[in-house]
Every structure is written in C-alpha cells, then in structure tokens.
C-alpha cells in the first residue's frame, strides 16, 4: 500500500530540514567563534537556534561537550585548510613551507565561511578557546593542547625534511610566527599590519637556517 500524499510529503519536508542537533551546533559554532565560548550561554544558543533548553540537552549532554566538538571541528577544517595549502608541493618542503604562509593570508577568507554568516576572522579559534579554558578542564584544555601540539609537530617535520641546521628551532620559530600573525588580524583589519609580511619573514627563517 502506498503512503498518503500528506504523509509523503511531511516526510520530504522532514528530510529537508536540518536535524535539531545539527542546528544547535552551527549556530554555537557561529556563537562561540564570533562573541568567545564564555561569554555564549546554552540559553542565547537554544533561542538562537530556534530551539529550547530540553532540546539542546537531548542532542548534547552538557555545554561542554558541544565546545569540545566545536573544538574538533574547528580542528579538523583547519588541518585541512593545511593540507590543501601544500599539497601541491609534495617532497618540497621548502615550497610547502613558503606555500603555507602564502596561503596563510587568505586563512581569514577561509574562516568566514558563507554558511558560517561571519564577516571577518577572529583568529585561530582553539588559540581563542585556550585563554577561556579554565587550567582544570582536562577534555577542553586537551584539545586545545593536542591541536597545538601538532601544528609544531607538523612544522618540525618540515623543518627536518628541509634540511636546516637546527630544524625543531626553525620548526618553534615558524610556529610563533604564525601564532603571532592571527592575533596582529584582529588589531588590522583587511591584513594591513604586520601579517601583511608574514610570507617573506617565513622566507628570512628559513634562509638564516639553511646558511
């Protein structure tokens, strides 16, 4: 027997629309990544989302385990803004290097997705996490650590297939490089301080460890 036409239609409408659990979470991540983690309450998420407090605690158990998957999200797109970036330089570090600080002005573009509704970057986002993350939370504070942990591994390696005189050196430098260039974007917009030479203080390093 066939469904109704009523029925088969309040099905397709049900399939069309974003499952409540998805909505609360892009609109947090939204949220969080615009105004800070803190400063975003389960209330002002739930009423943004059109939902309600019973709502969000169905689909998450606590507000902390939906930062900790915004957390990973915003993890996993970063490392495969990364990959992406050097990709086309494969077994040339050099060029990977020098491609991913290239690209790396074009990283707010890449933050202010167009489903994401944000107008400008605010910098690295688990970077943002970690100053809010109280020293006691061990699943946030984790995340956060790990995800650094491998920026600076990632950097070394490049370093070390670069072949320069002290790799995990330049590895530390490239990486304070970077993780200062996020935070001089929210003082000028448009990239015109410091980041603007982000790329050709990369290439300075680099030199000055292959001398």
Not at 9 to 36: N, Q, W
Not at 105 to 114: E, H, N, S, W
Not at 147 to 165: D, N, Q, V
């Amino acid at each position: 027997m066939s469904a109704k036409p009523g029925a088969e239609s309040a099905k397709a409408e049900e399939v069309g629309k974003p499952r409540v659990r998805d909505r609360i979470f892009e609109t947090a991540s939204d949220l969080f990544y615009r105004h800070g983690i803190r400063a975003v309450g389960v209330d002002a998420i739930a009423q943004e989302a059109g939902t309600n407090k019973m709502s969000f605690y169905r689909s998450f158990a606590s507000k902390d385990d939906l930062v900790a998957e915004y957390l990973r999200d915003q993890e996993k797109e970063y490392f495969a803004w990364w990959d992406e970036a050097i990709a086309p330089y494969a077994g040339n570090p050099r060029r990977q290097l020098e491609a991913l600080f290239e690209a790396y002005l074009d990283l707010a573009k890449f933050k202010a997705k167009a489903d994401c509704g944000c107008k400008t970057s605010r910098g690295c986002a688990l970077g943002n996490a970690a100053v809010e993350i109280p020293e006691d939370n061990e699943l946030l504070g984790g995340i956060v650590h790990a995800y650094k942990t491998e920026i600076r591994r990632r950097l070394r390696k490049l370093a070390r297939e670069l072949g320069a005189r002290e790799p995990d050196t330049l590895g530390d430098a490239l990486m304070l490089l970077m993780e200062g260039g996020y935070y001089t974007r929210l003082t000028y917009p448009q990239n015109t301080g410091p980041v603007a030479a982000i790329a050709r203080a990369a290439r300075v390093l680099i030199d000055a460890h292959l001398a």
